[in-house]
């Protein structure tokens, strides 16, 4: 499968974006899907993921409650949509999926086999 990841951007703190990861050439809903980021200088670190079906979710500690993550399964495309942004969100995200039989959603990044293109997220303070 092909991922493409999109909707990056410059925002201020406090603002909003919704970044979006397009599927291509593969049974979307084979894959558990998540999302990672990088920051400069710092390991990658999971941000959220979702279940094929889309009924699990997994969140990392630092984006609960301003982070939603989900998937239209007729478009093959998940989004993470991002509130309440800080300084530190700033980083290169990632969308990644995991080809999957089980409803499993892992925060580790050796446990996807796709991996798309970043997209930069900078926050201003």
């Known amino acids: 499968v092909q991922l493409q990841a999109s909707g990056g951007g410059l925002v201020r703190a406090g603002g909003s974006l919704r970044l979006s990861c397009a599927a291509s050439?593969?049974?979307?809903?084979?894959?558990?899907l998540a999302w990672f980021r990088q920051a400069p200088g710092k390991e990658r670190e999971f941000v959220a993921g979702?279940?094929?079906?889309?009924?699990?979710?997994a969140y990392a500690d630092s984006v609960k409650g301003r982070f939603t993550i989900s998937r239209d399964n007729a478009k093959d495309t998940v989004y993470l949509q991002m509130n309440s942004l800080k300084p530190g969100d700033t980083a290169v995200y990632s969308c990644?999926?995991?080809?999957?039989?089980?409803?499993?959603?892992?925060?580790?990044?050796?446990?996807?086999?796709?991996w798309g293109q970043g997209t930069q997220v900078t926050v201003s303070s």
């Open positions: 990644a999926a995991d080809y999957t039989v089980s409803g499993v959603v892992y925060d580790e990044g050796r446990r996807y086999d796709y």
């Open positions: 979702i279940s094929r079906g889309g009924s699990r979710t």
């Open positions: 050439g593969g049974t979307f809903t084979d894959y558990a």
